[in-house]
């Protein structure tokens, strides 16, 4: 069973930057899917960010051009992944909690932000972007 963890979640100015790292380990397929979500208080759980094992990379409409997702392929053990989530220029609106996602195969495009495409779950990193 893949195990996640997320770091990097605090309090920053709008406007300004942060990043979130997730580490997730003891990948089995040499296929895979990760993805940032978020939650607002009352809302929904949303898809933020996702790459898959070929690079394939979707945004949210509301992150594009702001958010990048990134993986780092310096990694030698193949069943550990450490994912990235640089997040500049932000707004209050980006206020939530955020989890790293991940899931073993392959998965079309359309659905890389969909939440229920993914079996593991980190415990969340809260972002408060302040005004």
């Known amino acids: 069973q893949v195990h996640v963890v997320e ?3 605090e ?3 709008a406007g300004g930057s942060l990043r979130l790292s997730c580490e997730a380990s003891e990948f089995t397929y040499p296929h895979y899917y990760m993805a940032w979500f978020r939650q607002a208080p009352g809302k929904e759980r ?8 070929d690079g394939v990379t979707v945004y949210a409409d509301s ?10 392929i310096a990694i030698q053990d193949n069943a550990k992944k450490v994912l990235y989530l640089q997040m500049d220029r932000l707004e209050p609106e980006d206020t939530g909690a955020y989890y790293c996602a991940a899931g073993e195969g392959r ?9 229920r495409a993914y079996s593991y779950w ?6 408060t972007v302040s005004s």
């Open 63 to 72: 992150v594009r051009g702001r958010f990048t997702i990134s993986e780092d």
């Open 11 to 13: 309090t920053v100015q």
């Open 107 to 115: 998965l079309s495009r359309q659905l890389l932000l969909l939440h």
């Open 7 to 9: 770091s990097g979640g």
């Open 122 to 127: 980190g415990q969340g990193a809260q972002v």
């Open 46 to 53: 949303e898809g933020v960010a996702s790459i898959d094992s």
